[in-house]
């Protein structure tokens, strides 16, 4: 009997910018200060990407990270989705300005938008394709600049965002790892609670829409956290019982970055222990979609083939979901390292 085919990360790159805004320097800009932050967010640090590159520039970097990192020859790439919610134009896409700088020729690609839920649900798509056969090779890229839609102005919202980017390689596999399952979900309810008022069709750029501010993210903060930490940890509850897994067979929880405080509870409620739960929200900060796969860029020499890791991610939408994957390699078995 033929085996199944399934959907594996085998390898990941990153890039985040030099830059750094650090939260003295941000109590200089707007009241708020290092022991607010750190206490109520858990954030120390965010990289910043400046005014004159937007996020395919970090893709590139991503993507270029990782094909250094695997070898990988780009005229063997199938199809590269960029998951991103501040691409560097509306069009063309960031997917075809990184295949076109860095000489993907043999493959298309697109961009797909679900805010900070956009790893898990481009990751979903992509095992879905692996799985049907069709596809040998993709390329998995998040990349956000979320300084861009920042108001420095606002305490509410300007410690919690940073920028960054990742890009995970994606194969079949016959072996027992990779994508094991995955439940996703949006309501659109979110949209009250989280969202930018202008720069879509429905309200252009227009000097109203600058002079009001409307080109930044509106968060009500309280709202949003509540429905994080119950959706999240709700789902990835349902996702263990569906494989009849406990949390004694999972190795790794790596949650969304949006607050230390909504991790916490989430690993928590699944009863997880700070130990098998992956942080690294002090250094970038919420970088959206990219921050669960810099979670694993960060963390990939900790990684062994065949661990159990469940994904969790909760953004605007509202847009959540949770995944198990099988870590597919141990790095040292990879050609450069
Ligand atoms: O990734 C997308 C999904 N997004 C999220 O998951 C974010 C979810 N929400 C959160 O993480 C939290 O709600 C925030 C970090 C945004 C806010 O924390 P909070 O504990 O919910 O604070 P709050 O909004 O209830 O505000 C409490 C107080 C207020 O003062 P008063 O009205 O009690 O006097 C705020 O004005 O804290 C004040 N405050 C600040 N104080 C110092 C708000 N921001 C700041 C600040 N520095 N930066």
Not at 2 to 17: D, F, L, M, T
Not at 37 to 52: A, F, N
């Amino acid at each position: 009997m033929e085996k199944k085919i399934k959907a594996v990360i085998n390898g990941i790159g990153g890039y985040v910018p030099e830059a750094i805004l650090d939260n003295e320097e941000l109590s200089r800009m707007v009241d708020t200060s290092d022991e607010w932050i750190m206490s109520r967010i858990g954030i120390k640090t965010r990289h910043v990407l400046g005014e004159r590159r937007g996020s395919a520039y970090m893709g590139i970097k991503a993507v270029q990270d990782l094909i250094d990192k695997t070898s990988l020859d780009t005229k063997d790439v199938d199809l590269l989705i960029c998951c991103t919610t501040t691409p560097s134009f509306v069009f063309p896409s960031n997917a075809s300005l990184i295949c076109g700088a860095l000489g993907i020729t043999s493959a298309y690609g697109y961009d797909l938008a679900a805010a900070c839920s956009g790893f898990i649900f481009g990751l979903d798509t992509c095992a879905t394709m692996i799985e049907s056969g069709k596809y040998k090779k993709i390329i998995l890229v998040c990349s956000e600049k979320m300084t861009a839609i920042t108001n420095y102005e606002d305490r509410n919202t300007c410690p919690l965002f940073g920028d960054g980017a990742a890009a995970v390689l994606i194969e079949p596999t016959t072996e027992d790892l990779g994508v094991v399952d995955s439940i996703l979900r949006i309501d659109g309810l979110g949209k009250e609670n989280l969202h930018l008022k202008a720069g879509g069709s429905l309200h252009p750029a227009s000097i109203e829409t600058v002079t009001n501010k409307e080109h930044y993210i509106y968060q009500e903060g309280q709202a949003v956290f509540k429905r994080a930490v119950s959706d999240m940890s709700r789902v990835a509850e349902e996702i263990l019982v569906k494989n009849k897994m406990t949390s004694e067979d999972v190795t790794w929880l790596v949650p969304h970055q949006a607050n230390i405080r909504i991790i916490d509870a989430v690993a928590k409620r699944i009863n997880l222990s700070k130990e098998k739960t992956l942080v690294n929200i002090e250094h970038y900060g919420n970088t959206s979609a990219a921050s669960i796969p810099l979670c694993l860029w960060d963390y990939e020499s900790r990684l062994r083939k065949g661990d159990v890791i469940v994904l969790a991610a909760f953004g605007a939408g509202f847009a959540w979901g949770s995944m198990i994957i099988k870590w597919g390699y141990n790095i040292e078995d990879t050609k450069k390292n």
